[in-house]
């Protein structure tokens, strides 16, 4: 049991087109955490959700990388007009301020 | 820019000995440190969390923290097969909520 659930597991898609993933946490977990992962690199901070507020977000998410969480629950992340630089694990965590996180299953992008 | 530094790898090591794993960090103001192994394909699992000098111990697991020489090292005793993965340093500062990710070493155990 990882703490959240992330949909789909992997996801191919042609350049250019829009894609979304979902993180849904199994029980009420407050803050909530978006990374990208690339082979060979740690993870990659995207942005931060303490309930329903948005409170961090890295230059990735000010053009085509967008997330919500509405309501404090599951969260969404879309990454418009993907290009082939976007392939990656995208991982959603869980976790208090000065405590670990702890990471989902992850969502396996490739572009065509 | 805040920095955690690991050498890449690989690391081999005997199965049966003592596997050293080392990050340092730039922030001297870091608080919180995390250990976590990573199998191919797989996502980061936490294996330890240390928040203040000395060691750390967790069955085979040591975690060792030097806040003045701002390093940290995980050690494993008695290295298995199973142990093969790439290990992760993550540093949480006192300023925001991100965690700062090393990129990890791969560690290799000779059956």
């Known amino acids: 049991d990882t703490g959240v659930s992330q949909d789909p597991r992997h996801k191919i898609t042609k350049r250019g087109q829009n894609v979304t993933f979902r993180c849904d946490p199994i029980?009420?977990?407050?803050?909530l955490y978006w990374y990208r992962q690339t082979l060979g690199q740690g993870p990659e901070f995207l942005t931060y959700?303490?309930?329903?507020?948005?409170?961090?977000k890295s230059r990735l998410l000010s053009d085509r990388f967008s997330a919500e969480r509405p309501k404090g629950s599951f969260s969404t992340l879309e990454i418009q007009r993907t290009e082939q630089g976007d392939s990656a694990m995208y991982l959603c965590?869980?976790?208090?301020?000065?405590?670990?996180?702890?990471f989902g299953d992850g969502t396996r992008l490739s572009i065509l | 820019q805040k920095e955690v530094e690991q050498n890449s790898g690989p690391l081999s090591v005997p199965e049966g000995a003592i596997a050293s794993l080392n990050c340092t960090y730039s922030d001297r103001g870091s608080q919180s440190f995390f250990w976590y192994r990573q199998y191919s394909g797989k996502s980061p699992e936490l294996i330890m969390s240390?928040?203040s000098n000395g060691d750390k111990e967790d069955g085979r697991f040591t975690a060792q923290l030097n806040k003045a020489s701002q390093y940290v090292s995980l050690l494993i005793r008695d290295s298995q097969p199973s142990d093969s993965a790439t290990y992760l340093c993550a540093v949480k500062g006192d300023s925001n909520y991100q965690l700062i990710w090393g990129a990890g070493t791969k560690l290799i155990i000779k059956p």
């Open positions: 029980s009420e977990h407050n803050r």
């Open positions: 959700f303490q309930n329903e507020a948005q409170l961090e």
């Open positions: 965590a869980w976790g208090g301020n000065n405590q670990p996180q702890h």
């Open positions: 240390i928040y």
